[in-house]
C-alpha cells in the first residue's frame, strides 16, 4: 500500500470545483487507505446506480463478476471479492459512475462522514470536502436555472 499523497494542484472544471478525474483519484486513495470493511460499502455505494451491462464495461469486467456471483437482490460485495479490487479499479468505476449518476458519487461524502473508520483519514476529509462543495454548486446552479426558466414563461 502506497503512503497517501496529496495531489499538488487540484484541477478543476469550474473555479473553486474539483474536476471529475481528481475526484475519481481521491476516491481510489481513499478505498486504497480504507479498512477492508469500508472498501466493501464504498464498492456497495458505487455499483448501486449501475446495471449488469454497464458493470462489463468497467474495469474489463470485474465488477459484472462480483455482481453476478453475488446475486442481485440484497448485492453486497463480499470481503473476499474487495480484496481482488485495486484502487485503479476504483478510479474507472469512478468514472464511469460519475457520467450515469454523478449523485451517487456526491453521495460518497455522507457516508464517509458517517464512518468512525474514515475519521482521521485526510483523504477522507478532503474528498467529503470536495463532493459537498460540488453538490451545493450543482444546487445552486439548478436553482438558478429553475429561476431562469420561470422568468421566460
Known amino acids: 500500500m502506497n503512503p497517501p499523497q496529496a495531489p499538488a494542484e487540484i484541477p478543476c472544471d469550474e473555479p473553486g470545483l474539483a474536476s471529475d478525474a481528481t475526484i475519481a483519484l481521491l476516491v481510489g486513495e481513499v478505498y486504497e487507505c480504507a479498512p477492508l470493511e469500508e ?46 479490487v485495486r484502487a ?17 458519487v456526491d453521495g460518497l461524502a455522507q457516508m464517509l462522514a458517517a464512518s468512525p473508520l474514515m475519521a482521521g483519514s485526510a483523504a477522507a476529509a478532503l474528498l467529503v470536502t470536495l463532493l459537498v462543495r460540488r453538490a451545493r454548486a450543482r444546487r445552486g ?5 429553475r429561476q431562469i426558466g420561470n422568468r421566460s414563461a
Open 141 to 145: 446552479r439548478a436553482a438558478s436555472d
Open 39 to 84: 472498501r466493501g460499502r464504498v464498492l456497495d455505494h458505487l455499483l448501486q446506480p449501475l446495471g449488469v451491462l454497464s458493470l462489463f464495461a468497467v474495469a474489463g469486467g470485474l465488477f459484472a463478476k462480483l455482481r453476478l456471483r453475488g446475486g442481485w437482490e440484497n448485492f453486497s460485495v463480499r470481503p473476499e471479492d474487495v480484496r481482488n
Open 88 to 104: 485503479s479499479d476504483v478510479i474507472a468505476l469512478v468514472d464511469y459512475v460519475q457520467q450515469v449518476s454523478v449523485e451517487a
